[in-house]
Structure formats: C-alpha cells, structure tokens
Nanobody, 119 residues
Framework: QVQLVESGGGLVQPGGSLRLSCAAS????????MGWYRQAPGKQRELVAAITSGGNTNYADSVKGRFTISRDNAENTVYLQLNSLKPEDTAVYYC?????????????WGQGTQVTVSS
C-alpha cells in the first residue's frame, strides 16, 4: 500500500507565496518521476511541474519563473514553491508519483490540496 499525502494549501493574496509538500509512504522500492498537477473548476487537470529522480524539471509555460519544484529522495517527498501567485492559479493541486513496489510500478495520486488566490 502506497499513500501520497499533500499539505500546504490555503488562501493567499495575489502576489503572495505558498509551499506545497507531498510525502509518499508505504511499501516503496523506488520512485522515479514526481509531479504536481492542478484542476480548476470546470477545467481539465493539467500538469504544473514535474521532476525526475535525477532532478531534471519540467514546467507548464504558465508557471515558469514563478513556481519551483524540488524533491527529497531520502524522504520520498516532493515540494512545490509557488511565488507571485495570480488569481488564475486558484485550483486543487494534486501530487503524483511513479512508484515501484516489489510487484509493480504505477502512478499514485494524492488527495489534493486547495490553493485559492484572492484579495
């Protein structure tokens, strides 16, 4: 059993910052890619940022220069630093991880954390 637990969402004013965390736990053999997605009301879930086990990163154009993804491989944790937040960043943010256990490799998802950017 593998679980991803997110934390760090909340309400912030435009221009503010938040830091999201996502910790994976359970019968984990290894984790390759980890990432953050978001879904705003009435919209499809979209990739925000991703990071490989080696530290290579990929960002959506809309967040480049404002968001930073990082990870702690020893703690099986991925972070997302959100700076210069805009109202259009309001969404539920989900973390995802490609986890290998002894028997299989598959993607796991967190439960989501709400980020609301409003004055």
């Amino acid at each position: 059993q593998v679980q991803l637990v997110e934390s760090g969402g909340g309400l912030v004013q435009p221009g503010g910052s938040l830091r999201l965390s996502c910790a994976a736990s359970g019968s984990i053999f290894s984790i390759s890619a980890m990432g953050w997605y978001r879904q705003a009301p009435g919209k499809q879930r979209e990739l925000v940022a991703a990071i490989t086990s080696g530290g290579n990163t990929n960002y959506a154009d809309s967040v480049k220069g404002r968001f930073t993804i990082s990870r702690d491989n020893a703690e099986n944790t991925v972070y997302l630093q959100l700076n210069s937040l805009k109202p259009e960043d309001t969404a539920v943010y989900y973390c995802s991880a490609d986890v290998s256990t002894r028997t299989r490799t598959r993607a796991y998802w967190g439960q989501g954390t709400q980020v609301t950017v409003s004055s």
